[in-house]
């Protein structure tokens, strides 16, 4: 890239592109060309919506295999992880679906981060209903954990996302549903998609917990941990958290998984394993070697991994709680004469 004076105070920026990076860009033109004749050659169904959603998808991955194939392994790369962002405020998108318009006539300025998630939940939101041309087993179990967190199964209808309730069989608007429901949503239906149809992705989830009660906070843990094994590990995943129940639901799934180990170096054990399968299957077990858990003090990081029992050392975050206990206790005794 140089810059060229034309004249007093006028320049032009011109691009120089290297020979490899041009005859990479003729293969990959090329190749997505001989592929695109083969889009859309799917049997085709009653719903035309679904036709443009399964091709688009289609395009979508052909295009990432096409990347990797002349960009990374041409380069002796073998993998790069592409980052995509899970803010905070995620509930800002159930109600906008009723208020563009409004945003759309005021000069309103939208974080960034919320614009780029904003725009990856609008596309899986799209191929949410169509996944089953993957893999339907590996969806059946991710489905079961978000309606577990959601409570109720979701629908993307005419541009609106609702929810079917469990309890009693009537939907409602996501932008009229609990504060919960509406942060979860947005995160659970890109953890939903993405990961399946992309490889080695780097997904930094900001709160997962926010407005949760802690069984759905353990849900999510769990959701995390099926996706991460069901995905043979390629993904990443960066969370932060101020509950002590996301630990402590970490920690579950890897005290299972080191249960699962423990049982199988010794014979014997068979009915043991499967009375471990009813509490917690196996693709939802974690090993500790897979994860890194770490606290602010002082400005400093620090691991929070006790390497002694290979568990979290939740209590960290979680001090206060021993704080109020002690508290409480000092209230009874005075109560009490004590």
């Known amino acids: 890239m140089y810059a060229k004076t034309l004249g007093k105070n006028k320049y032009k920026l011109s691009l120089e592109y290297s020979e490899h990076l041009v005859k990479s ?22 719903d035309d919506v679904r036709d443009i ?18 960009i990374l392994q041409e380069n002796d790369v073998i993998s790069l992880d592409l980052l995509t962002f899970i803010p905070a405020g995620r509930s800002f998108f159930a109600n906008l679906q009723n208020n563009i318009f409004s945003f759309l006539s005021v ?6 981060f919320l614009k780029e998630f904003g725009s990856d939940y609008e596309q899986v939101k799209q191929l ?4 089953e041309i993957f893999n339907t087993l590996k969806y059946a179990a991710v489905d079961e954990l978000i309606n577990k967190i959601i409570v109720g199964n979701y629908v993307y209808e005419k541009g609106e996302d609702w929810i079917y309730s469990h309890k009693n069989n009537k939907r409602i608007n996501l932008s009229n549903s609990s504060s919960g429901q509406q942060e979860a949503l947005p995160m659970l239906l890109i953890l939903a998609v993405l ?4 490889h080695n992705r780097f997904f930094v989830i900001e709160e997962p917990e926010a407005h949760l009660f802690p069984q759905s906070q353990k849900y999510v843990i769990n959701l995390i941990s099926l996706i991460f094994n069901l995905t043979d590990k ?6 932060t958290t101020h509950s002590p129940y996301i630990l402590t639901a970490f920690n579950n799934l890897i005290q299972a998984g080191n249960t699962l ?3 199988k170096n010794k014979s014997g054990n068979s009915n043991l394993i499967k009375k471990l399968m009813k509490i917690l299957p196996e693709n939802q077990m974690l090993d500790i070697n897979d ?3 770490y606290t602010i003090q002082n400005g400093r990081i620090e691991s929070i991994i006790n390497q002694e029992n290979q568990l979290i050392d939740a209590n960290v975050i979680d001090e206060i709680s021993n704080e109020l206990s002690e508290e409480f206790d000092q209230l009874l005794e005075l109560e009490l004469g004590e």
Request: hydrophobic share 35%; no cysteine.
């Open 25 to 46: 860009r003729r293969k990959i033109f090329a190749e997505y060309k001989k592929r695109s004749k083969t889009f859309g050659t799917t049997e085709k169904t009653k």
């Open 53 to 70: 959603q399964v091709r688009y998808l289609q395009e979508y991955i052909s295009i990432r295999e096409i990347f990797n194939q002349y």
């Open 107 to 112: 000069d309103i300025v939208i974080d960034y």
């Open 128 to 131: 949410y209903q169509n996944r």
């Open 195 to 198: 990961p399946f149809v992309i």
């Open 234 to 239: 390629r993904h990443k995943f960066l969370i």
């Open 261 to 263: 180990q423990a049982l």
């Open 291 to 293: 994860i890194g858990v």
